[in-house]
């Protein structure tokens, strides 16, 4: 079944630390895999896309990891501020004929002063 | 990069009225766009998919009659609720793909749109 499952649901940390958000997937077939970022009330916004054949990308504080054999991915946030509180979401693209974005839960985070 | 842009940002009805909701891609041309629906807490849900000059593939449980969507052109696409009821009160977000389908496709999503139904 083409899942996306995120953990943890939520989280909350002190600003300045570091957090991992996890997602795994079983969406097949796979073309690639987005973290977005959606502050409430707002549209999700993309932080990272990665291919099959991309273990790891970086967008600023932002680093996005990816074992397509395991079918893992995680988001690792360095120095968090205050302004990274928002929902991330991890998102697979099926490469069938639709070419369907599969959405997971999202991980809320909160980052406290 | 890309901009997507959604009008109203809000809205309030009472039950039973006609609400739109308009979409535009402000700097590319969008051949494909889609409209997801949020509830609280909750992730995005797939709607429809919009391709311009065609009529719409909604998901599967979406009434096709109270959701209307329209693609008339290259950068807007309106998603009409008729008849709406408290039930419909949600967070609608539009999402508009440059490009051809593809692996490297990207899809930009929009402001949102929060819906409350009195």
């Known amino acids: 079944k083409n899942q996306v499952e995120q953990s943890p649901q939520s989280l909350i940390i002190l600003e300045g630390k570091n957090c991992t958000l996890q997602c795994n997937y079983t969406v097949s077939p796979f073309s690639n895999l987005r973290w977005y970022k959606q502050d409430t009330g707002r549209g999700p916004v993309s932080l990272t896309i990665m291919t099959f054949s991309e273990n790891t990308k970086s967008n600023g504080r932002y680093t996005a990891t990816l074992d397509a054999d395991t079918k893992q991915s995680s988001l690792h946030i360095t120095a968090s501020q205050l302004s990274d509180s928002a929902s991330y979401i991890c998102?697979?693209?099926?490469?069938?004929?639709?070419?369907?974005?599969?959405f997971g839960s999202g991980t809320r985070l909160l980052v406290r002063p | 990069g890309a901009v997507v842009s959604q009008h109203p940002s809000w809205v309030i009805c009472k039950s039973g009225t006609s609400v739109k909701i308009e979409c535009r891609s402000l700097?590319?041309?969008?051949?494909?766009m889609f409209w997801y629906r949020q509830f609280p807490k909750q992730s995005l849900m797939l709607m429809a998919t919009?391709?311009?000059?065609?009529?719409?593939?909604?998901e599967q449980g979406v009434e096709k009659d109270k959701f209307l969507i329209n693609h008339a052109s290259l950068t807007l696409s309106t998603l009409t609720v008729t008849s709406a009821h408290p039930e419909d009160s949600s967070f609608y977000i539009c999402s508009a793909r440059k490009g051809l389908a593809g692996a490297l496709e990207t899809q930009y999503f929009g402001p949102g749109t929060r819906l409350l139904v009195l």
């Open positions: 700097d590319f041309q969008a051949t494909t």
């Open positions: 919009s391709n311009e000059g065609s009529k719409a593939t909604y």
């Open positions: 998102v697979v693209l099926r490469m069938d004929s639709s070419y369907k974005l599969i």
